[in-house]
């Protein structure tokens, strides 16, 4: 039974009401809370509803006995786990898939402390060790434990350790600090007085993730970070299918033949730009050199006519008479010709005495 915590005197500093607690309180409250075994798990791309996350946790990471699983934070939910088992199978694996109705959602673990910030990820994490070509004398759990402790806070051995069935190479599970130096070789003596033997033991990581002190993020470190070195950051993909739009210099260069015969108007907006119709010409960039790729028209123009033009003459509601004016460019009321209903016929044609450059007026026409 453990010894309850007094409340505490509220006491001013620098005008701040402030409450201390010892070390052996916080460890007490720690206990009371059931946060001894406590993991957070992290969701970086969407999350499930929380209701879905305490059934789906539990049988889609295999663990065995009761878990409370609770929403303690933006992206972050707060599992309580029962048995060392289970806090160790979460442990065990850097990323867990959840599924929701065949959607993904990556979960990744962390052991949570009393530093915990959602804003940075811990900067302790598990991991598994090798020693490749221990002595088989060597494979106790008490022995292996003592070799791991060069580089972190042994955890487990692996089953095929346990068993004895692999002797070529020895596992542990080890807690290490991401930023400290994590040495690659332990010196093991043998021997008492004069006559000790020493050998190398060489140490393998499986994995090691990387720990960045800008970012207070796991997965890389301060030379690879994107916000101390925006170079390193790569360039977005501008179109996803590899298809730029073509401009009227693009198209040039594409052909090879000076100006385009059709170039493609450009505009200042790159807004517009993308918007630009590339339905004759398609210019793919899998290569350095530009290629131009034409495409055919596999209709037949004579299934779908246009329709003509509507005429743009006038039609005078005179008897028998239809007066029509093309209406050219440049072509003016004066100059226009006046149809009879004849056919066309040539010799029909008459200039139309039209002074005022109106249609319509009963002395425009011509005498019948």
Avoid at 71 to 90: K, S
Avoid at 122 to 130: C, E, L, P, Q, V
Wanted: net charge positive.
């Amino acid at each position: 039974m453990s010894i309850p915590i007094p409340i505490k005197p509220i006491v001013y500093l620098h005008g701040e009401p402030t409450i201390r607690f010892e070390k052996k309180e916080v460890e007490v409250m720690i206990h009371h809370q059931d946060l001894t075994l406590a993991i957070v798990g992290k969701f970086s791309h969407g999350w499930p509803d929380i209701a879905f996350l305490r059934n789906a946790i539990p049988k889609q990471c295999g663990l065995k006995a009761e878990v409370r699983i609770g929403l303690l934070c933006d992206r972050h939910v707060l599992i309580r786990c029962t048995i060392g088992e289970d806090f160790d199978t979460l442990m065990s694996r850097q990323t867990f898939e959840i599924k929701e109705k065949n959607r993904p959602y990556l979960m990744r673990t962390f052991k949570w402390d009393v530093s915990f910030n959602p804003a940075e990820e811990s900067r302790y994490a598990y991991g598994w060790i090798s020693f490749p070509g221990l002595s088989p004398h060597y494979y106790g759990e008490t022995t292996l434990f003592s070799l791991a402790a060069a580089v972190g806070s042994p955890i487990a051995i692996d089953a095929a350790t346990l068993n004895k069935t692999r002797p070529s190479c020895a596992r542990v599970k080890v807690e290490f600090d991401l930023l400290k130096n994590h040495p690659q070789h332990v010196v093991i003596q043998v021997g008492e007085g004069d006559g000790i033997t020493t050998e190398l033991q060489k140490i393998r990581y499986d994995f090691k993730p990387k720990y960045c002190t800008n970012c207070k993020l796991q997965g890389h470190d301060v030379d690879g970070c994107w916000n101390l070195k925006p170079t390193l950051r790569p360039e977005k993909a501008k179109d996803s299918d590899g298809i730029k739009v073509a401009t009227a210099e693009a198209t040039e260069l594409a052909i090879g033949k000076g100006k385009a015969s059709n170039p493609i108007p450009s505009s200042s907006n790159p807004t517009q730009q993308a918007h630009i119709s590339t339905t004759n010409a398609l210019i793919h960039a899998p290569s350095n050199k530009w290629i131009t790729v034409t495409r055919k028209n596999k209709k037949n123009k004579n299934q779908n006519p246009k329709p003509p033009s509507k005429s743009t003459g006038t039609v005078i509601p005179a008897a028998g008479t239809v007066i029509t004016e093309p209406r050219a460019t440049g072509t003016t009321a004066q100059e226009s010709d006046t149809v009879s209903p004849a056919k066309n016929d040539p010799s029909k044609i008459s200039d139309a005495g039209n002074p005022t450059g109106t249609l319509g007026g009963a002395g425009n026409l011509p005498e019948t």
